[in-house]
């Protein structure tokens, strides 16, 4: 996509918000169902790191050595679910571009690895998925996962050509997630997201770089008396990924197209030279700093607490309380409540008193915008 392209994006999607004024008005009647944060429901609490970078996700090919070609594809800080297949379609033609082998091996069982190496078999490549852990032991099974690029670089840091990657990957990446949506074996749904904010915007804000039209139904309410208090509440539809159902349902359809799965630890690139296939697709996703020496990789870390689930919540939702973030996303097992994005924390324990300070603030929410 080109520039003016993406200018005729912008407006269309501009347009596209103004003539939602109808169903703002419709929207006024909704109910929320009540969510219940009471403690009895909680069923785990878990931290994930985000591989992010700055500069945005790498994608590219590279001489390994005389013998071996590597084809990069990680680093999508928080938003990996939601660029898997944009990002895996850029990985296949610089593969393409790099090396014509038949046999591949992928490094990683995240999301980005499956992802890659499932289109890299459907298109006749004999592939082989090494990685430490599968799921559901990796961080993308601990993704909310809300299909949205956020927490995915520093736009200060990045430049022209790689934002028109970017919006071509999540453009992709959504178009290709909407396929799913019929099926309810891959966990892939469209949910109304609220996001509610106690401040109105100084100014109105500009469409989103990659297309608002990513984002159906979006309308911005500034109604306070209507809406709970809130002074700005912005509510679109947002495709929501199962991830536990998703991953699964990806090595599934992986290993039906002639794929294979090899559980293998690298620590060095010793042990990637060692293996058989000539061509080495790098997801490794935070693992590619240590392997690759990619100091600009960061670790941005999250912590999930999960409740039973409520089959009535239709809704998910961000917002802050006493300054601090909040997200909730119903799964079909489980209710997923997050928020929390600390950038250079290295920590898979779970930290309680933010568990407990997430607990609180949800509380809160469920009794203002479901009254109780
Ligand atoms: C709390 C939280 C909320 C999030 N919410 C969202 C969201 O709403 N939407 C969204 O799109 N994204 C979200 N994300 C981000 C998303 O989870 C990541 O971007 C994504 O999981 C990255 O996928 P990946 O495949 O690159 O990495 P991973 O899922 O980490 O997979 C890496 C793979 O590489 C393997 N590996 C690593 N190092 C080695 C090694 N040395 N040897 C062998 N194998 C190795 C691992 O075992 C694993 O199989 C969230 C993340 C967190 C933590």
């Known amino acids: 996509m080109n520039r003016r392209d993406l200018l005729k994006l912008t407006a269309f999607s501009g347009a596209a918000a103004l003539a939602a004024a109808a169903p703002a008005r419709a929207e006024l009647g909704r109910r929320f169902a009540r969510l219940d944060v009471s403690p009895s429901r909680v069923i785990r609490t878990v931290a994930g790191l985000r591989p992010y970078r700055p500069e945005g996700f790498v994608v590219r090919a590279e001489r390994l050595s005389r013998r071996k070609t590597l084809v990069h594809n990680y680093g999508h800080g928080g938003a990996g679910v939601t660029m898997s297949w944009g990002s895996a379609a850029l990985a296949v033609r610089a593969l393409d571009e790099a090396a014509n082998e038949r046999r591949i091996a992928v490094l990683g069982c995240g999301v980005i690895g499956l992802t890659t190496a499932l289109m ?93 039209d990513l984002f159906p139904g979006l309308v911005r309410h500034r109604d306070p008396t209507s809406w709970f208090g809130y002074a700005a509440v912005e509510a679109h539809y947002s495709l929501m990924i199962d991830p536990d159902i998703y991953l699964r349902a990806l090595m599934r359809d992986f290993e039906g197209a002639g794929g294979r799965i090899a559980s293998r630890r690298f620590d060095s690139l010793a042990d990637v030279e060692r293996l058989d296939e000539r061509v080495v697709v790098n997801c490794l996703g935070l693992g590619a700093r240590a392997l690759f020496g990619d100091e600009e990789m960061i670790p941005v870390r999250g912590q999930m607490t999960f409740l039973m689930a409520q089959p009535e919540i239709d809704y998910g939702y961000v917002t802050s309380e006493n300054g601090h973030l909040l997200y909730m996303f119903p799964r079909r097992g489980a209710i997923a409540l997050g928020g929390s994005n600390e950038y250079g924390n290295w920590s898979l324990e779970p930290d309680w008193e933010d568990m407990h300070r997430m607990m609180i603030g949800h509380a809160a929410v469920a009794a203002r915008i479901a009254g109780g």
Request: charged share 25%.
């Open 120 to 212: 890299l078999a459907r298109r006749g490549k004999q592939v082989t998925i090494y990685a430490a852990d599968l799921p559901p032991h990796t961080t993308s099974n601990i993704a909310a996962a809300v299909w949205g690029p956020a927490t995915l670089f520093n736009p200060a840091r990045v430049d022209d050509a790689f934002v028109e990657r970017f919006i071509w990957a999540a453009r992709y990446s959504q178009r290709a997630f909407q396929h799913f949506v019929n099926d309810p074996a891959y966990g892939v749904r469209w949910i109304r997201q609220y996001r509610f904010s106690h401040r109105t915007p100084e100014r109105e804000p500009e469409a989103a770089v990659y297309g608002d």
